[in-house]
């Protein structure tokens, strides 16, 4: 499976989802010894609680590919350990340790705000925080959402509908309502992806809603009728369901203000209606002024993701900053490089690969596209740089070792892993279950040691 490269380096992955799986599979397989750091216990990332939960054969099609990978002997996996301010690593401390390349593929751990008045009133949610809940991710699967009788979806991509698949035919809210900021030309969902919710769908609504819009989409040279004909037809091939939840859309309004009772519970937003204009050849949506009030019990913001700011690393806008200086290579090295504008300097041997790189773009494959990238541009980095010796690379992977067991004894090892796995898969036989996930750590680590008695 692996070739020796003419001067095999120690590298460090942090983050374990495709983006890190798609690095640590290029460069171990090109002889490289790959240290890969993942805060959670098991692998995956959003292979792994960002798919959902139905999709049983997507999700154990990438878990066989990355156990591969994880099984090589240059592969050194360390789960259930953080790393940044507060963690149980520094970023300064792996770099200091000069390893060939860093590479940082912490996905977007962060949540976009709006910054609206009412946003932190009880029965607000982000949809990240929805999705790792409904995935049974550790810190999220406990956590209590209180949805009420009518929930507000804002946003109109792949995790709304996730997240109104949930709601309808999971948790049975009796009405559900996606809000869009643009048109309905300009919805984000994948055609496939509908399918499982759209016999939710209230088609009188959604025919109506285009009455009450389509003075605004001729405006810009939109035909309605045509838009409204596709969008029934994406919703003819529907899933079958036994839910009575109502879907409806609410095209062409964005939230303004957060509407609360006196207990600073949601009853409703406030949104400002928008109109459409054509910018640089885009559709683009702009404020016309006018407000309405929307009832509603609970709101969930599905309008994406911001990187983690304490990881060790310059943030602006919600993202890593990276090297302004384009090269002539393919892919772009500097798009993977981190930069730090105080000092107008690349960060030597420090990239990103993934939602590090570029928060909620894609899903699972378009991560994996972007490791593949970002190994690449690793490799370039290595080319002609000395290697250590193979006792300093020894050195070199114990010290971290020692560095991660001193801090974080509870960190799951590769022979720990396996163990996670077996257990996880005889819980799911005992249940007559298709798969099972143990939902906290404290559950995953006393299965492991369960397992070692």
């Given at each position: 499976?692996?070739?020796?490269?003419?001067?095999?380096?120690?590298?460090?992955?942090?983050?374990?989802?495709?983006?890190?799986?798609?690095?640590?599979?290029?460069?171990?397989?090109?002889?490289?010894?790959?240290?890969?750091?993942?805060?959670?216990?098991?692998?995956?990332?959003?292979?792994?609680?960002?798919?959902?939960?139905?999709?049983?054969?997507?999700?154990?099609?990438?878990?066989?590919?990355?156990?591969?990978?994880?099984?090589?002997?240059?592969?050194?996996?360390?789960?259930?350990?953080?790393?940044?301010?507060?963690?149980?690593?520094?970023?300064?401390?792996?770099?200091?340790?000069?390893?060939?390349?860093?590479?940082?593929?912490?996905?977007?751990?962060?949540?976009?705000?709006?910054?609206?008045?009412?946003e932190n009133a009880v029965g607000?949610?982000?949809?990240?925080?929805?999705?790792?809940?409904?995935?049974?991710?550790?810190?999220?699967?406990?956590?209590?959402?209180?949805?009420?009788?009518?929930?507000?979806?804002?946003?109109?991509?792949?995790?709304?509908?996730?997240?109104?698949?949930?709601?309808?035919?999971?948790?049975?809210?009796?009405?559900?309502?996606?809000?869009?900021?643009?048109?309905?030309?300009?919805?984000?969902?994948?055609?496939?992806?509908?399918?499982?919710?759209?016999?939710?769908?209230?088609?009188?609504?959604?025919?109506?809603?285009?009455?009450?819009?389509?003075?605004?989409?001729?405006?810009v040279g939109q035909q309605p009728?045509?838009?409204?004909?596709?969008?029934?037809?994406?919703?003819?091939?529907?899933?079958?369901?036994?839910?009575?939840?109502?879907?409806?859309?609410?095209?062409?309004?964005?939230?303004?203000?957060?509407?609360?009772?006196?207990?600073?519970?949601?009853?409703?937003?406030?949104?400002?209606?928008?109109?459409?204009?054509?910018?640089?050849?885009?559709?683009?949506?702009?404020?016309?002024?006018?407000?309405?009030?929307?009832?509603?019990?609970?709101?969930?913001?599905?309008?994406?993701?911001?990187?983690?700011?304490?990881?060790?690393?310059?943030?602006?806008?919600?993202?890593?900053?990276?090297?302004?200086?384009?090269?002539?290579?393919?892919?772009?090295?500097?798009?993977?490089?981190?930069?730090?504008?105080?000092?107008?300097?690349?960060?030597?041997?420090?990239?990103?690969?993934?939602?590090?790189?570029?928060?909620?773009?894609?899903?699972?494959?378009?991560?994996?596209?972007?490791?593949?990238?970002?190994?690449?541009?690793?490799?370039?980095?290595?080319?002609?740089?000395?290697?250590?010796?193979?006792?300093?690379?020894?050195?070199?992977?114990?010290?971290?070792?020692?560095?991660?067991?001193?801090?974080?004894?509870?960190?799951?090892?590769?022979?720990?892993?396996?163990?996670?796995?077996?257990?996880?898969?005889?819980?799911?036989?005992?249940?007559?279950?298709?798969?099972?996930?143990?939902?906290?750590?404290?559950?995953?680590?006393?299965?492991?040691?369960?397992?070692?008695?």
């Amino acid at each position: 499976m692996s070739r020796t490269p003419s001067s095999p380096h120690v590298i460090v992955v942090i983050g374990a989802g495709p983006a890190g799986l798609a690095v640590v599979n290029q460069l171990s397989q090109a002889g490289h010894q790959v240290v890969l750091l993942n805060r959670d216990c098991k692998f995956g990332g959003l292979a792994e609680y960002g798919i959902f939960p139905t999709k049983h054969r997507l999700r154990n099609g990438l878990r066989k590919s990355y156990r591969e990978i994880l099984s090589r002997p240059n592969v050194h996996y360390f789960g259930n350990v953080s790393v940044g301010e507060r963690g149980h690593l520094l970023l300064d401390e792996l770099r200091a340790l000069k390893p060939g390349a860093l590479v940082v593929a912490t996905g977007a751990q962060g949540t976009k705000s709006l910054k609206i008045e009412g946003e932190n009133a009880v029965g607000v949610f982000h949809a990240k925080d929805v999705v790792y809940h409904y995935n049974h991710l550790p810190d999220f699967s406990e956590r209590p959402f209180h949805l009420g009788e009518h929930t507000a979806v804002i946003g109109i991509g792949n995790v709304m509908a996730d997240i109104a698949h949930w709601l309808t035919q999971f948790r049975h809210i009796p009405r559900v309502t996606a809000i869009a900021r643009r048109g309905p030309a300009e919805r984000k969902y994948d055609p496939k992806e509908i399918l499982a919710v759209c016999a939710q769908i209230d088609r009188s609504a959604l025919t109506a809603e285009f009455g009450r819009i389509g003075t605004a989409l001729t405006a810009v040279g939109q035909q309605p009728d045509a838009i409204l004909a596709e969008m029934l037809d994406e919703l003819a091939a529907c899933e079958a369901s036994a839910s009575t939840s109502i879907l409806r859309f609410h095209f062409l309004t964005s939230p303004r203000r957060v509407l609360v009772d006196d207990r600073n519970y949601v009853k409703g937003l406030e949104l400002e209606e928008m109109a459409l204009a054509v910018r640089d050849g885009d559709i683009a949506a702009v404020g016309t002024g006018r407000r309405h009030e929307f009832p509603c019990d609970s709101v969930i913001f599905a309008v994406g993701d911001c990187v983690d700011d304490t990881l060790g690393l310059p943030v602006k806008n919600g993202t890593f900053v990276t090297n302004p200086h384009h090269t002539r290579n393919q892919p772009d090295d500097a798009l993977f490089q981190a930069y730090d504008p105080s000092t107008n300097l690349v960060l030597d041997g420090v990239f990103l690969g993934g939602w590090a790189r570029q928060a909620s773009v894609g899903l699972v494959g378009i991560a994996k596209r972007d490791g593949d990238w970002c190994a690449r541009v690793v490799e370039r980095h290595l080319t002609g740089k000395p290697a250590p010796s193979a006792g300093a690379a020894q050195a070199t992977l114990a010290e971290i070792r020692r560095m991660i067991m001193s801090r974080q004894p509870a960190a799951i090892d590769r022979d720990r892993l396996a163990l996670l796995t077996l257990a996880e898969q005889e819980e799911a036989v005992r249940l007559g279950a298709t798969e099972f996930k143990f939902a906290t750590n404290d559950e995953m680590l006393a299965a492991i040691r369960q397992q070692q008695a």
